[in-house]
């Protein structure tokens, strides 16, 4: 009976779990927007509690690559919340990417063109 009883309390918590999507992963490039180069050594940052955290770095054939942030967590509900991501390089305009966790998103996979 315990044992029933105890396994029935795994399965409730383990049924309970969500997984909450802090950021999606990401493969993209970036490219000059009037040379369509791939442009080298952009930050890639995610804005985190109002402050600007790189979280990659273009190389030099403009690819950078995040990836995917959960966290496991109890409850019925998942939480997909929007993301800023923000791409900046001395000489080019700031771009700003807005993400909301879902697999789906636009920048899962895509080229990005920065404007001089």
């Known amino acids: 009976m ?47 509690n109002d402050e600007e955290q790189i979280i990659a770095r273009t190389s030099i054939n403009g690819n950078f690559k995040v990836q995917e942030v959960t966290k496991l967590k109890l409850g019925m509900e998942s939480h997909k919340l929007a993301n800023l991501i923000l791409l900046k390089k001395e000489g080019y305009v700031t771009d700003t990417i807005e993400t909301y966790g879902n697999k789906n998103d636009l920048y899962h996979e895509d080229s990005i063109f920065l404007k001089k």
Do not use: A, H, W
């Open 2 to 48: 315990i044992k029933t009883i105890f396994y029935l309390f795994v399965v409730n918590i383990s049924l309970s779990c969500v997984k909450d999507t802090k950021r999606i992963g990401m493969n993209c490039y970036v490219y000059d927007f009037d040379t369509k180069k791939p442009i080298n050594n952009v930050e890639v940052c995610q804005l985190i």
